[in-house]
C-alpha cells in the first residue's frame, strides 16, 4: 500500500517536471518571436525563470556581443530531463 502511494507521488512529480519542461521550450521558443514585455511571456517567465536563473549564472561566459544566444534553458532542460530519469527509475524500483 504505501508503495503504491510513493509510486503515485512520483509520478505527480514527473508529471508536474514534465510540463515544466514543456513550458521552458515554449518560453524558448516565444522570445524569438514576442516582445519581452507581452503577457504570455511575462506570465511564463515568472514560472520559469528562478529555475533558469542559475543555469544563466553559470553561462554568463558563453555570451559575446557577436553571438547573443542564452544556453541557460538548454542546459535547464537537460537538467530536468536528468532528474525526470532518475525519478522515473526510482518509481519502477518502488513499484517493483
Not at 510513493?6 to 513550458?23: C, E, K, M, P
Not at 529555475?51 to 534553458?73: N, Q
Amino acid at each position: 500500500m504505501g508503495d503504491q502511494i510513493l509510486a503515485s507521488i512520483l509520478q505527480g512529480v514527473i508529471w508536474f517536471l514534465n510540463i515544466f519542461t514543456w513550458l521552458i521550450v515554449i518560453n524558448a521558443l516565444l522570445s524569438w518571436i514576442m516582445t519581452p514585455k507581452h503577457p504570455i511571456r511575462i506570465f511564463i517567465g515568472r514560472i520559469v525563470e528562478p529555475f533558469i536563473a542559475p543555469f544563466r549564472k553559470l553561462t554568463e561566459g558563453f555570451r559575446s556581443p557577436t553571438f547573443p544566444v542564452d544556453f541557460s534553458p538548454l542546459f535547464a532542460y537537460i537538467a530536468l530531463q536528468i532528474i525526470i530519469m532518475l525519478l522515473e527509475r526510482l518509481q519502477y524500483l518502488v513499484m517493483f
